[in-house]
């Protein structure tokens, strides 16, 4: 089972960046999928959530109008699009699997650093 993310970089404030996370190892299409984010001395965060169809999306709302999730079934992947991108979304970027209670397995996570 594994969870790879990539895509991360430095880019200037208003940039943009698209993070992609490959699946493997479990049926990708039977899970929400979801963003997650922790900046240096905060605790992690949720960025976004996409339902198994990609039918219902969540946003926290730092993020909304900026960012969307997405996902392609047939490619075990999912992606989160940051535009408008601010000095305060660098952080490190996680992608994870919803399971039933809590978001039971992680990526290592993509470095993502907004500033000019």
């Known amino acids: 089972v594994q969870l790879v993310e990539s895509g991360g970089g430095l880019v200037q404030p208003g940039g943009s960046l698209r993070l992609s996370c490959v699946v493997s190892?479990?049926?990708?299409?039977?899970?929400?999928m979801s963003w997650h984010r922790q900046a240096p001395g905060k605790e992690r965060e949720l960025v976004a959530r996409?339902?198994?169809?990609?039918?219902?999306?969540n946003y926290a709302d730092s993020v909304k109008g900026r960012f969307t999730i997405s996902r392609d079934n047939a490619k075990n992947m999912v992606y989160l699009q940051m535009n408008s991108l601010k000095p305060e979304d660098t952080a490190v970027y996680y992608c994870?699997?919803?399971?039933?209670?809590?978001?039971?397995?992680w990526g290592q996570g993509t470095q993502v650093t907004v500033s000019s």
């Open positions: 994870a699997r919803a399971g039933v209670r809590k978001y039971d397995l």
């Open positions: 996409i339902s198994r169809a990609g039918g219902s999306r």
């Open positions: 190892g479990f049926t990708f299409s039977t899970y929400d």
